[in-house]
């Protein structure tokens, strides 16, 4: 019952920031009349506020109770999104969306402690492919729904994507709230509860748990492969992939929203079947698998520049490619990456790998502005399959070191603890 009402918190939390995403760009730039400029600094902001919230979110999750920290963060998105309603300045808009970016990414790590706290060792991939499944669901919903109350002809248009985006974080936390209050008992597999050298790891200062975790080699190429997948597609997902299609391809807009859908529904339709099938690989197996796919869907996209009778179905296929590569990424990367934690420092190590996944995506808008600005379209997509066959590369090494058992987490442990 804990784990249906965290997916069902995180459904919810995405619906409210979905009717946010599609078109706070837009009303900050046109409706509002504060310019580009302005709207990319709000972005910008938002995702600095998530850099610098995601490995802080993750450490109190080690020291204090995970459910604290993810509904406090929640919190905190909320009055961000509702603070935005009254934003009548530039300076106030910048703010919420940068309060906005830290109280929405400093619950993600503690989520996933929930999981790993909560749920049995056997069901926790299905409950991570539930989990986004539902935010994947969610936002779809959310940025439909608000299509329908969202006037960007006046300056308080988005308010009721403002105020949903608030209530919804609102009611997230409530259902944390009580999934962390109730008396469900603990699966078999999860831990509730840690030993002594595990709280001595937890205690040490963040430069030694730092140490700690990037002593662990399978770690290292974990970052790899974190750092690669998130450029190889995410970072691209709202800016670059929609410039290319704009630019390059020459697709109407509208082309573009499909795309995005048909991704949501590739998720939702597939998620649960390619955990079934994939239940008994290995995640490096499949984070290669993510790598080979991403890689196809970039030169199925460098098809499209070739065939302008076919672009905009290419495109589109695109999508629901990215998509099956998504349905395998989501449910394997945090529990892997929790497995290699040294103990005491799961949330840490969460934390940390998020704040590489976000900053790095961060980066991805700005190297595409200036290669598509520049008119190298061809080179977008060579760079874009070279960052792919790298992740596939790192995850190979990841599943070799993984075949060689070594002490190293328990051996930091121990240095730590004396």
């Known amino acids: 019952m804990r784990a249906r009402l965290l997916i069902l918190a995180s459904a919810i939390?995405?619906?409210g920031w979905g009717t946010v995403l599609p078109y706070q760009y837009a009303y900050?730039?046109?409706t509002r009349g504060w310019g580009a400029l302005l709207a990319a600094a709000a972005s910008s902001l938002f995702s600095v506020g998530a850099l610098l919230a995601a490995p802080v979110g993750g450490r109190l999750a080690d020291r204090v109770s995970p459910v604290l920290v993810a509904v406090g963060a929640k919190v905190i998105a909320a009055a961000g999104?509702?603070?935005?309603?009254?934003a009548s300045s530039p300076t106030a808009f910048l703010v919420g969306m940068f309060v906005f970016g830290l109280?929405?990414?400093a619950a993600n790590p503690a989520q996933s402690v929930l999981v790993l706290r909560w749920v049995g060792g056997n069901d926790r991939r299905r409950v991570f492919a539930w989990q986004f499944t539902g935010q994947a669901l969610g936002m779809a919903v959310g940025a439909f729904a608000a299509g329908y109350v969202v006037d960007l002809d006046r300056t308080n248009g988005m308010w009721p994507a403002f105020a949903t985006a608030g209530a919804g974080f609102l009611i997230s936390a409530e259902l944390l709230v009580v999934a962390g209050m109730a008396r469900w008992g603990t699966a078999p597999g999860a831990c509730e509860d840690e030993s002594g050298a595990a709280e001595a790891v937890r205690s040490a200062s963040p430069r030694e748990a730092l140490r700690a975790i990037w002593a662990i080699p399978a770690l290292r190429w974990t970052a790899l492969i974190t750092v690669t997948l998130a450029l190889g597609f995410y970072a691209q997902f709202e800016s670059g992939l929609p410039a290319y299609a704009l630019t390059v391809l020459h697709v109407d807009e509208t082309t573009i929203g499909l795309a995005a859908a048909v991704n949501c529904v590739v998720i939702i339709v597939l998620q649960m079947l390619v955990v079934r099938l994939t239940a008994k690989r290995s995640g490096a197996t499949l984070l290669m698998g993510v790598g080979l796919i991403w890689t196809i869907s970039w030169l199925v996209l460098a098809a499209a520049s070739l065939a302008p009778e076919l672009a905009a179905v290419l495109f589109v296929t695109t999508f629901g490619i990215f998509a099956v590569g998504e349905t395998m990424y989501a449910p394997v990367l945090n529990?892997?990456?929790?497995?290699?934690?040294p103990s005491g420092l799961v949330g840490t190590t969460l934390g940390m790998f998020t704040a590489l996944q976000?900053?790095?995506?961060?980066?991805?808008p700005l190297v595409a502005g200036v290669v598509l600005g520049a008119g190298m379209g061809s080179v977008f997509i060579g760079l874009h399959i070279a960052i792919s066959l790298l992740a596939v590369f790192g995850a190979w090494r990841l599943r070799a070191t993984l075949r060689t058992p070594v002490a190293v987490p328990r051996a930091v442990e121990a240095q730590l603890v004396a």
């Open 81 to 86: 999104a509702a603070s935005l309603i009254w």
């Open 335 to 341: 529990p892997l990456t929790a497995s290699l934690a």
């Open 103 to 105: 109280g929405i990414t």
């Open 13 to 15: 939390a995405m619906l």
């Open 358 to 364: 976000t900053g790095f995506s961060a980066v991805g």
């Open 28 to 30: 900050a730039a046109n």
